[in-house]
């Protein structure tokens, strides 16, 4: 049986995943029907599912460290490859890495990943929230290539760090990808979104990749969390889906802030955003 079938979605936390995941959801959804974000998990699983952990387990699985996670890992990820015909999407948060010689995302079960990445500046603010902490604690977490974000049950994630994650996914070795920048989709979000069709081979129909990006306005999502909350909100998080927008961080990063995360990911912001090495010294310099 060919097990080829996981089309990753993937990203470093706060980076976009939801956005994306809901971007294609809407586009594929028949025609009509809308999909709302609490009913995102009905388009595309992640592998932090807890029912195919427990299904993988034989019982209500809660791993008792990390060892036990990762012991329990490749048999879920086997059920979530074949829980859907042909190739589907999964969410992950995970690096691409080898931990005590087993991969994190076993080759054997990858048809390809969509893996989409943003500024580190505008992502130690979002994940502050997300995690309930403190900027700097955030930006520290970020520069962990050991960070472990865990569930309720202690189902893990191998995060690491912001630069590694990205290497880790852009440089894999033989993967089927498709890459885009979270602020070029939200300079250009037709753009990127009819690159990404052309990619997974999808017909592109402009009406409906219009409505779906209609649909998967912020402020529409907003609205939806208001009346109905997340699901995949955090307990300790008071709002998922807060702005979206891109350079926040420009009215919000202290110097000493912005000075520490560029030091920290100079080589990966020189690659993928030269502007803001340029910006970002100048803005440090005027404050």
């Known amino acids: ?52 952990f427990d299904k993988a387990a034989g019982r209500p699985f809660h791993a008792r460290d ?56 505008d992502v130690a603010i979002s994940y502050a929230r997300h995690l309930n902490l403190g900027v700097d604690d955030a930006i520290s977490r970020m520069a962990d290539d050991s960070a472990l974000n865990a569930s309720k049950t202690n189902l893990l994630t191998a995060v690491g760090r912001w630069d590694t994650h990205i290497d880790s996914w852009i440089n894999a070795q033989g993967m089927w990808r498709h890459v885009m920048r979270y602020e070029d989709m939200a300079a250009d979000i037709e753009t990127a979104l009819r690159g990404l069709l052309a990619f997974l081979k999808a017909p592109v129909e402009t009406g409906r990749l219009r409505r779906a990006i209609r649909l998967a306005k912020f402020e529409n999502l907003q609205r939806q969390e208001k009346s109905k909350g997340f699901r995949e909100r955090p307990p300790a998080m008071k709002q998922f889906f807060v702005s979206g927008r891109s350079g926040g961080w420009r009215e919000t990063l202290t110097p000493a802030q912005v000075v520490r995360i560029r030091e920290e990911f100079s080589s990966t912001l020189a690659a993928h955003y030269p502007e803001l090495l340029a910006e970002t010294a100048a803005f440090a310099a005027s404050k």
């Open 1 to 52: 049986m060919n097990l080829n079938r996981i089309i990753w979605l993937a990203s470093f936390p706060k980076s976009g995943n939801t956005w994306l995941r809901l971007l294609l959801a809407n586009y594929f959804m028949p025609k009509g029907e809308e999909i709302h974000i609490n009913n995102i998990f009905r388009f595309t699983t992640a592998d932090t599912r807890q029912d195919f």
């Open 66 to 121: 990390a060892q036990d996670w990762l012991s329990m890992r490749p048999k879920a990820l086997r059920l979530i490859a074949a829980s859907k015909p042909g190739h589907h999407f999964v969410k992950t948060h995970c690096k691409i890495a080898r931990t005590n010689g087993q991969p994190l995302i076993p080759p054997e079960l990858t048809a390809g990943a969509v893996y989409v990445f943003r500024n580190p500046f």
